[in-house]
């Protein structure tokens, strides 16, 4: 299997609030983690990818010290969504790869975290 | 830059009703196509990966074809189960990171 759970599933908070998202990979290891928002309609948006022990990289628009990743491990990457306000209301998506790193490898998603700020 | 146009946006089948699903993409180079299902409040869940042109995969009622310019999901006599988002999406050869690049997904909804 390939299982990535993502915690929370839900989460509503106040504006100013700093918020954190865990992506787990349960059974395997993921040298390799990808961030993603969605709109409704709209496609997945990649917004960082998350390196084990190395700084991530942001696409372009995505203000870094406003969206917040570390990959300390082969199997844990979080983002924290800082100060948080009405606009950074999305569903945010966690991805995994598996390591070792082998061309053409699928992504396998968590179920997401609907973020609601008031 | 790599582009992923899916068609329909949405699809209407009475249970047992086959039909396609379309992914018109444009890469420089393609190292994979992927097809994942999407379920509402889920995330996307792998189907999957085709490598390079007049490769087929199978699984269940969804057949998955590659050619040079697009990919068809073909779904036989689909069940009510089958309802959900099929999204497409592409990576590129010169992508180090192995990112993707999305379409919009179609949206298919079976009627018993």
């Known amino acids: 299997g390939a299982v990535v759970s993502q915690h929370p599933s839900w989460v509503i908070c106040k504006s100013g609030t700093s918020v954190k998202i865990e992506c787990r990979s349960l059974d395997f290891q993921a040298t390799t983690m990808f961030w993603y928002r969605q709109f409704p309609k709209q496609s997945l948006m990649l917004m960082a990818t998350?390196?084990?022990?190395?700084?991530?990289?942001?696409e372009q628009g995505v203000e870094k010290d406003k969206f917040l990743i570390n990959h300390a491990s082969l199997t844990l990457s979080t983002l924290t969504v800082t100060s948080a306000h009405p606009e950074d209301s999305s569903f945010y998506i966690c991805?995994?790869?598996?390591?070792?790193?082998?061309?053409?490898?699928?992504?396998?998603f968590g179920d997401g975290t609907r973020l609601s700020i008031l | 830059e790599d582009q992923v146009t899916q068609s329909p946006e949405a699809l209407r089948l009475q249970e047992g009703e086959s039909s396609s699903l379309n992914c018109s993409y444009t890469v420089s180079g393609l190292r994979g196509l992927f097809w994942y299902r999407q379920d509402p409040g889920k995330g996307p869940e792998f189907l999957f990966t085709l490598y390079s042109a007049g490769e087929e995969k199978e699984k269940e009622r969804l057949k998955a074809t590659l050619t040079k310019k697009e990919s068809f999901l073909h779904i036989t006599a689909p069940k009510p189960e089958d309802s959900a988002t099929y999204l497409c999406?592409?990576?590129?050869?010169?992508?180090?990171?192995?990112?993707?690049?999305f379409g919009k997904g179609t949206k298919l909804s079976v009627i018993p």
């Open positions: 991805s995994a790869r598996k390591t070792p790193r082998v061309d053409n490898q699928p992504q396998h």
């Open positions: 999406a592409v990576q590129n050869s010169g992508a180090g990171s192995y990112q993707l690049t």
């Open positions: 998350s390196n084990e022990g190395s700084k991530a990289t942001y």
